[in-house]
């Protein structure tokens, strides 16, 4: 079954403890982003990777960090969680259809399930 | 960043009745998708309509596309309480390096 599995979905941690949420794709995607979803402001990207080795910041990336050392992968690092990254999370992957005139563009984007993490 | 912005924020209407939701945008695109969350769930595709497209059907949804007033709309038809859910769509603007720009969403409740 084509999924986005994100891990863990729910986790309270405290303050300055380092974490990962890990994410794996197993349709061979080459594209993957984290968002993080609050009350009021929508989906907001953080990171976004378009293939192995290669991430790029979105539009929130202060906080987090990011890889991709296999395209199946993309885990997510909080460093050193603070109160205003308690939020919902969500990982997704998606191909480069082509678009018009040839271009690249972004596609259908399958979500996983969603990591709520609680920073105290 | 938000280009996206949908209308109504919230939608309440009786099983049976249509459901209309409308999204603008700011900037040229390659295409618009919208998508379906149940609550606190992960959102899941609905259709994607392309830049040269005007209207899109699947199954009882209805999107179309008006390039000229930046705007799109979806139309759920003989609504469902399954169809109790937030909808948002995003758009795949022309210089957006392959980020989606993402609306705020509107959250439809169909009563029994």
């Known amino acids: 079954e084509a999924q986005v599995t994100q891990n863990p979905r729910y986790l309270i941690t405290v303050t300055g403890k380092k974490l990962t949420v890990t994410c794996s794709q197993n349709?061979?995607?080459?594209?993957m982003s984290w968002y993080r979803q609050d009350p009021g402001l929508g989906l907001r990207q953080i990171y976004y990777?378009?293939?192995?080795?290669?991430?790029d910041k979105g539009d929130v990336p202060e906080g987090y960090k990011v890889s991709r050392k296999e395209k199946r992968n993309f885990p997510l690092i909080l460093e050193s969680p603070s109160p205003n990254q308690t939020s919902l999370y969500f990982c997704a992957s998606s191909l480069f259809p082509e678009g018009l005139a040839g271009t690249l563009n972004t596609g259908e984007l399958f979500f996983g399930e969603g990591s709520r993490l609680t920073v105290l | 960043s938000q280009q996206g912005e949908e209308d109504p924020q919230a939608l309440s209407i009786q099983e049976g009745e249509n459901a209309t939701m409308n999204c603008s945008y700011k900037t040229s695109i390659n295409n618009l998708q919208w998508y379906r969350q149940n609550s606190g769930r992960g959102l899941v595709h609905l259709i994607l309509i392309r830049s040269n497209e005007r209207e899109k059907h699947s199954g009882r949804l209805r999107v179309t596309l008006d390039t000229s007033k930046k705007s799109s709309s979806l139309l759920i038809t003989a609504s469902r309480a399954a169809d109790t859910a937030s909808y948002f769509c995003?758009?795949?603007?022309?210089?957006?390096?392959?980020?989606?720009?993402w609306g705020a969403g509107t959250k439809l409740i169909i009563k029994p």
């Open positions: 990777s378009m293939n192995v080795e290669v991430t």
């Open positions: 995003a758009t795949d603007a022309v210089d957006s390096n392959y980020q989606l720009i």
């Open positions: 349709m061979n995607h080459e594209y």
